[in-house]
């Protein structure tokens, strides 16, 4: 195939409502594609658009009701290197063949309002769908009406998709195609590029160190009632992947003069065992990263101790995630967080206190659940004071001392999870979502750590949870 016959394809990421904020955490999707097409001479380029902070606080004052593109700004970032910011120029689609959309369902009201508006203005454009909304809300997605219907809907794996869309193997017909083919190993598959122009946008810290992130795996072992993860085997990246992309990584910050830097692992993966820790950390270590963060499960910091945590302590490691989820038992018990074996609330606590005695901070992730009465609401906020008070034992890397942080949000029963169905069928008493639910309500964050409601029918009043909510938010410390 020579250049003047080669399709010209853009990479899209629509703002992103779930964190609030583009230049958090790198939507790797689009990054992985674009990576993977070069490898057979194929170039792309890839389209961020956000919300300027001006944008945002409008909206969260309820000055801007009305979503629409045209508040939008966008970072273009060609395959050449250059990049361009601007306020959102329709005009800019003009001209490509194909448009690849990475889409998380809290960012798909956006979607289909630039589908729409595509759909309209530039028909001859092959359309693609992928990400985590159309495999969990696949059925939604294919029924989209005409004028808001995508030509490919990739509910799963995309570099082979792409790849013969790219190629012409596969062309659009009038009606959605839905292909899967997840015949490629991650193994398989090289790092995401980095655009330095992009690099440089994002303001996120570990441990008071500019940090980047990227992911080991894709997947999860845990069955959570909660994640559309946990019905889905681990299947991890290489070894060789993982190195590239830390070098790399490290190289832009070096680039972008930080003296000193960090980087998170964005997976459920990162801390599962001594032997896989000391791997991991060797290969962080190698790169001169200052300091690092991942994340683990209570019971394996319990299981393993120290020769977990010792490892990435030693080679920077100052903070860890860990999903605690809720401090009622009974509420544990429905999440079946283990796979079907027994998970204590008390591990929590002690998960807590071998991390931090080591020196290490805990992000905590805890959730309110529609099922929940008084008493599980007071456990709760009662074992969320105890970690926000439980004493580091170490500073940052700008001397201050380290403070744990626990997140508190209302769950959201997304499609493809354990406690969607359940409540489908009426498995838990006292809670029912609404039929008309729309995908605007689907995240957990959104304003000021809010979430999304999606019930007619809850045990305590939607108010009493925001309340609670409130309270336990007030407890996390001005940094981490």
């Given at each position: 195939m020579n250049n003047s016959k080669k399709k010209r394809i853009l990479f899209l990421k629509p703002p992103d409502r779930f964190q609030e904020n583009e230049f958090v955490y790198q939507q790797l999707g689009p990054h992985?594609?674009?990576?993977?097409?070069?490898?057979?001479?194929?170039?792309?380029?890839?389209?961020?658009?956000?919300?300027?902070?001006?944008?945002?606080?409008?909206?969260?004052?309820?000055?801007i009701n009305e979503m629409t593109l045209d508040v939008l700004s966008m970072l273009f970032l060609s395959a050449d290197g250059k990049s361009k910011d601007m306020p959102f120029d329709r005009s800019i689609f003009q001209g490509y063949d194909i448009i690849g959309f990475s889409v998380m369902s809290p960012q798909a009201s956006d979607a289909y309002l630039i589908i729409q508006m595509i759909n309209k203005l530039y028909p001859q454009i092959t359309t693609v769908i992928g990400g985590s909304h159309p495999r969990y809300y696949r059925t939604q997605v294919e029924s989209l009406p005409e004028s808001m219907a995508f030509d490919?809907?990739?509910?799963?794996?995309?570099?082979?998709?792409?790849?013969?869309?790219?190629?012409?193997?596969?062309?659009?017909?009038?009606?959605?195609?839905?292909?899967?083919?997840?015949?490629?190993?991650?193994?398989?598959?090289?790092?995401?590029?980095?655009?330095?122009?992009?690099?440089?946008?994002?303001?996120?810290?570990?441990?008071?160190?500019?940090?980047?992130?990227?992911?080991?795996?894709?997947?999860?072992?845990?069955?959570?009632?909660?994640?559309?993860?946990?019905?889905?085997?681990?299947?991890?990246?290489?070894?060789?992947?993982?190195?590239?992309?830390?070098?790399?990584?490290?190289?832009?910050?070096?680039?972008?003069?930080?003296?000193?830097?960090?980087?998170?692992?964005?997976?459920?993966?990162?801390?599962?065992?001594?032997?896989?820790?000391?791997k991991l950390s060797n290969i962080v270590s190698s790169h001169g990263y200052n300091t690092w963060r991942a994340f683990t499960h209570a019971y394996l910091v319990v299981r393993f101790k120290e020769k977990l945590l010792s490892p990435f302590f030693e080679t920077g490691g100052r903070r860890i995630g860990m999903g605690l989820e809720t401090g009622s038992q009974r509420t544990l018990d429905l999440i079946n967080k283990r796979n079907g074996k027994k998970q204590l609330v008390q591990e929590h606590f002690e998960a807590v206190k071998i991390a931090n005695d080591l020196g290490i901070a805990v992000d905590a992730f805890t959730m309110i659940y529609p099922w929940e009465d008084e008493q599980d609401l007071a456990d709760t906020t009662e074992m969320v004071k105890q970690i926000a008070l439980n004493p580091v034992n170490g500073v940052d890397e700008k001397g201050r001392t380290m403070k744990n942080n626990v997140d508190s949000t209302i769950m959201t029963p997304?499609?493809?999870?354990?406690?969607?169905?359940?409540?489908?069928?009426?498995?838990?008493?006292?809670?029912?979502?609404?039929?008309?639910?729309?995908?605007?309500?689907?995240?957990?964050?959104?304003?000021?750590?809010?979430?999304?409601?999606?019930?007619?029918?809850?045990?305590?009043p939607k108010e009493r949870y925001e309340e609670v909510q409130a309270l336990r938010n007030s407890f996390r410390p001005k940094y981490k």
């Open positions: 992985f594609l674009q990576s993977y097409l070069e490898k057979f001479g194929i170039l792309s380029d890839i389209l961020v658009l956000y919300e300027t902070e001006e944008v945002r606080s409008l909206r969260g004052k309820g000055e490919f809907i990739v509910p799963q794996d995309g570099w082979i998709p792409m790849l013969k869309i790219a190629n012409g193997e596969i062309r659009k017909t009038r009606k959605s195609q839905v292909i899967i083919d997840n015949s490629l190993k991650l193994s398989e598959i090289p790092a995401p590029t980095r655009p330095i122009s992009l690099m440089k946008r994002y303001n996120s810290e570990i441990a008071g160190v500019p940090a980047y992130h990227t992911i080991t795996a894709l997947g999860c072992p845990f069955t959570c009632n909660f994640c559309e993860s946990g019905r889905e085997n681990v299947r991890n990246f290489s070894g060789g992947m993982i190195d590239e992309d830390l070098k790399v990584m490290a190289e832009s910050h070096q680039i972008l003069n930080h003296t000193k830097k960090a980087v998170m692992f964005f997976d459920d993966v990162g801390l599962m065992n001594p032997k896989q820790v000391e997304y499609q493809g999870t354990e406690f969607f169905d359940m409540i489908q069928n009426g498995q838990l008493p006292g809670v029912e979502m609404d039929p008309q639910l729309g995908v605007e309500s689907l995240f957990f964050k959104g304003n000021n750590a809010g979430s999304g409601w999606c019930y007619i029918k809850s045990r305590l």
